[in-house]
């Protein structure tokens, strides 16, 4: 999700700057990254056994305090700031079924696990990555502990700093005022908050990761492990948590085994880089020309430090050394590009880096900075089009010093995907069909959700007027009147869950519904909600509240549903509202994704090599 927010002291040039924006974003166009070229006869020997590779699965709260940042109003101009119903009630299943897809290999999350970055976003996607009962990696991406990806507010100060309360108040689920439990202070998730988590959920199984202990909750600190079994997927971490306002500054590194492959001459290792060492939070017009902390990546000296006696150790093996990180090659700062570069000089082998962040995917080669190219592979997302993952393993040619790189486009069909067309046929096979309905009932049903939710986009003229005004009630009640009718599309969505479903979701009838609800069924509590008509702000705050808290109700519910056909089904609406959204995008409007962009750096294409010159 990429927002565009205006901060107070620059609210009188807000009008200027848009339409200024405006025009440059009609200005804007796409030139192709030079790619790799057509492939030379070689002799690989496979190094290493296939690995799962996904990345901005940017799971979102959607039930907390609305902001304008959030607001279906800025989603008319900034696209994909609100996403389609189904995406946040279903979206997660898309990365449990990539996961699942084949569970005998390792899996490496490239970022953007989040995207607004609440504590309740990281629950429920760490009961998928748990779920998977085998070794994985994350890398932490800017929506990993920034809100939205951008803004680096001081959530460990919420109660005296404006903006870390909103974004707080934006991460209490349920949205009820009595609801304690999500209530806290501690809803909003920093970077810090972030790589704690992770390192406790691998504390938590000494028999997996012996030596490895839980980080303090409070304070500086930093970890330096390794695996006493060289070869387990994650064989060692760095990392530094920092307190207070620089938190953002705290990174993760590590250090990822690949399987060897049978008759495999070298290791190869993959070095997972933290590119989200964001800077202070910037100005409002640094925003507006699409500068974030978030935006541009970077990796600042001590991580290297930290991690550079990894390079050493590879080299003095002969392993090949692979380097990944959220943020694509080129939104990378120069400074950090220029740091790695030197690091690689180490290296006397041919070069590759992983990424994430574009959410469109390519192939490129990359020769700046040094005269050894860089082989980069950026794969797509599995929260907007093109959904997909990549099934990546490594070959190599001793005499040739090439190293291929094998990376299958998932899912697929009979034959590699070669078209939007293939890719979205491959995963109604594998899902829509598996559910037991037709794609094309499915798709009837989330056109129109989809029509629905862009048509009742408010006006971005109200919404700017809202930021303007230190006082105005009726833009306030215009905000949540569009929150609520986003609640609306997702309401109504469950009910569509409640009919399809069925015996599928056996719980859900039986679901203990609010108190407020006084009796009523399931689909009488949900229809009688959607048909109040609120006369005043504070009927409209209320009624947001009960909608948003019976979303996240159903919603968690759904959580628990693990019948094949039903999560078949639930994975399959994701898509297919994504798609259609996307589809109803104009080209110009869409961060460069259109099939014909990515057709020219090579999307489709499934296996590249790289050389030393």
Same mark, same amino acid.
């Given at each position: 999700?990429?927002?565009?927010?205006?901060?107070?002291?620059?609210?009188?040039?807000?009008?200027?700057?848009?339409?200024?924006?405006?025009?440059?974003?009609?200005?804007?166009?796409?030139?192709? %990254?030079?790619?790799?070229?057509?492939?030379?006869?070689?002799?690989?020997?496979?190094?290493?056994?296939?690995?799962?590779?996904? @990345?901005?699965?940017?799971?979102?709260?959607?039930?907390?305090?609305?902001?304008?940042?959030?607001?279906?109003?800025?989603?008319?101009?900034?696209?994909?700031?609100?996403?389609?119903?189904?995406?946040?009630?279903?979206?997660?299943?898309?990365?449990?079924?990539?996961? &699942?897809?084949?569970?005998?290999?390792?899996?490496?999350?490239?970022?953007?696990?989040?995207?607004?970055?609440?504590?309740?976003?990281?629950?429920?996607?760490?009961?998928?990555?748990? @779920?998977?009962?085998?070794?994985?990696?994350?890398?932490?991406?800017?929506?990993?502990?920034?809100?939205?990806?951008?803004?680096?507010?001081?959530?460990?100060?919420?109660?005296?700093?404006?903006?870390?309360?909103?974004?707080?108040?934006?991460?209490?689920?349920?949205?009820?005022?009595?609801?304690?439990?999500?209530?806290?202070?501690? /809803?909003?998730?920093?970077?810090?908050?972030?790589?704690?988590?992770?390192?406790?959920?691998?504390?938590?199984?000494? &028999?997996?990761?012996?030596?490895?202990?839980?980080?303090?909750?409070?304070?500086?600190?930093? =970890?330096?492990?390794?695996?006493?079994?060289?070869?387990?997927?994650?064989?060692?971490? *760095?990392?530094?948590? =920092? *307190?207070?306002?620089?938190?953002?500054?705290?990174?993760?590194?590590?250090?990822?085994?690949?399987?060897?492959?049978?008759?495999?001459?070298?290791?190869?290792?993959?070095?997972?880089?933290?590119?989200?060492?964001?800077?202070?939070?910037?100005?409002?017009?640094?925003?507006?020309?699409?500068?974030?902390?978030?935006?541009?990546?970077?990796?600042?000296?001590?991580?290297?430090?930290?991690?550079?006696?990894?390079?050493? #150790?590879?080299?003095?093996?002969?392993?090949?050394? =692979?380097?990944?990180?959220?943020?694509?090659?080129?939104?990378?700062?120069?400074?950090?590009?220029?740091?790695?570069?030197?690091?690689?000089?180490?290296?006397?082998?041919?070069?590759?880096?992983?990424?994430?962040?574009?959410?469109?995917?390519?192939?490129?080669?990359?020769?700046?900075?040094?005269?050894?190219?860089?082989?980069?592979?950026? =794969?797509?997302?599995?929260?907007?089009?093109?959904?997909?993952?990549?099934?990546?393993?490594?070959?190599?040619?001793?005499?040739? &010093?090439?190293?291929?790189?094998?990376?299958?486009?998932?899912?697929?069909?009979?034959?590699?995907?070669?078209?939007?067309?293939?890719?979205?046929?491959?995963?109604?096979?594998?899902?829509?069909?598996?559910?037991?309905?037709?794609?094309?009932?499915?798709?009837?049903?989330?056109?129109?959700?989809? %029509?629905? &939710?862009? *048509?009742?986009?408010?006006? !971005?003229?109200?919404?700017?007027?809202?930021?303007?005004?230190?006082?105005?009630?009726?833009? /306030?009640?215009?905000?949540? #009147?569009?929150?609520?009718?986003?609640?609306?599309?997702?309401?109504?969505?469950?009910?569509?869950?409640?009919?399809?479903?069925?015996?599928?979701?056996? *719980?859900?009838?039986?679901?203990?519904?609010? /108190?407020?609800?006084?009796?009523?069924?399931?689909?009488?509590?949900?229809?009688?909600?959607?048909?109040?008509?609120?006369?005043?702000?504070?009927?409209?705050?209320? !009624?947001?509240?009960?909608?948003?808290?019976?979303?996240?109700?159903?919603?968690?519910?759904?959580?628990?549903?693990?019948?094949?056909?039903?999560?078949?089904?639930?994975?399959?609406?994701?898509?297919?509202?994504?798609?259609?959204?996307?589809?109803?995008?104009?080209?110009?409007?869409?961060?460069?994704?259109?099939?014909?962009?990515?057709?020219?750096?090579?999307?489709?294409?499934? /296996?590249?090599?790289?050389?030393?010159?």
């Amino acid at each position: 999700m990429h927002v565009i927010t205006y901060p107070c002291r620059w609210r009188p040039a807000l009008f200027a700057a848009l339409a200024s924006t405006a025009a440059l974003a009609g200005c804007a166009s796409f030139t192709p %990254q030079p790619g790799p070229g057509d492939e030379p006869a070689a002799r690989y020997v496979a190094l290493t056994l296939p690995i799962t590779a996904i @990345g901005d699965t940017q799971e979102h709260e959607s039930t907390g305090m609305p902001l304008h940042d959030n607001d279906s109003a800025i989603d008319a101009y900034v696209e994909v700031t609100q996403r389609p119903p189904e995406q946040p009630l279903f979206g997660r299943r898309i990365m449990e079924w990539a996961l &699942q897809a084949h569970p005998d290999d390792p899996w490496l999350h490239l970022g953007d696990v989040l995207d607004l970055s609440c504590r309740s976003e990281a629950e429920r996607m760490s009961r998928i990555f748990l @779920g998977t009962g085998r070794p994985g990696a994350i890398l932490p991406g800017n929506h990993d502990g920034l809100m939205f990806g951008i803004y680096r507010y001081d959530a460990l100060a919420a109660r005296r700093d404006r903006g870390a309360a909103k974004w707080n108040a934006a991460c209490r689920r349920g949205a009820a005022p009595e609801d304690v439990e999500f209530r806290t202070g501690n /809803e909003a998730f920093s970077k810090r908050d972030f790589i704690v988590r992770y390192l406790e959920k691998y504390a938590e199984v000494p &028999q997996t990761m012996p030596g490895l202990k839980a980080p303090p909750k409070d304070g500086e600190h930093r =970890v330096s492990w390794s695996h006493p079994d060289p070869d387990f997927f994650v064989s060692a971490i *760095e990392a530094r948590l =920092v *307190e207070g306002t620089g938190y953002a500054d705290s990174f993760l590194a590590q250090r990822l085994k690949l399987p060897r492959a049978p008759g495999a001459t070298r290791d190869v290792i993959v070095i997972g880089l933290d590119t989200n060492q964001s800077g202070p939070l910037v100005s409002a017009l640094d925003t507006i020309r699409g500068h974030s902390p978030g935006s541009i990546g970077h990796v600042h000296p001590e991580q290297v430090a930290a991690i550079s006696h990894w390079v050493a #150790q590879a080299a003095r093996r002969g392993d090949i050394v =692979v380097f990944a990180g959220h943020h694509n090659w080129r939104s990378l700062g120069l400074a950090t590009r220029i740091l790695l570069r030197d690091l690689m000089e180490n290296l006397d082998h041919p070069l590759v880096y992983l990424s994430a962040h574009t959410h469109r995917g390519f192939w490129a080669v990359h020769r700046a900075l040094a005269s050894q190219p860089l082989l980069e592979l950026n =794969v797509s997302s599995l929260s907007d089009w093109p959904i997909a993952w990549r099934r990546i393993s490594f070959a190599y040619d001793e005499a040739a &010093q090439r190293l291929l790189v094998r990376a299958g486009l998932l899912p697929r069909g009979l034959t590699p995907s070669a078209s939007d067309q293939d890719l979205l046929a491959a995963w109604q096979t594998q899902t829509c069909d598996a559910s037991g309905f037709s794609a094309e009932y499915l798709r009837s049903i989330d056109s129109a959700a989809v %029509q629905r &939710q862009r *048509e009742s986009r408010g006006s !971005l003229f109200d919404w700017l007027w809202e930021e303007i005004a230190t006082e105005c009630e009726s833009c /306030e009640q215009a905000r949540y #009147q569009h929150a609520q009718a986003y609640q609306d599309q997702m309401l109504a969505t469950l009910l569509q869950v409640r009919l399809h479903l069925g015996p599928a979701a056996p *719980e859900l009838p039986r679901l203990k519904l609010p /108190e407020w609800c006084g009796g009523r069924i399931y689909y009488d509590c949900v229809r009688d909600l959607m048909a109040e008509q609120p006369k005043d702000l504070a009927a409209h705050k209320a !009624l947001f509240r009960r909608k948003a808290q019976l979303v996240d109700l159903i919603g968690s519910h759904l959580d628990d549903v693990a019948e094949p056909k039903a999560k078949a089904y639930m994975a399959c609406r994701a898509v297919l509202s994504t798609k259609i959204d996307f589809d109803a995008t104009p080209d110009d409007r869409n961060a460069n994704r259109s099939e014909a962009n990515r057709r020219a750096e090579q999307f489709f294409r499934i /296996e590249a090599s790289v050389g030393m010159d």
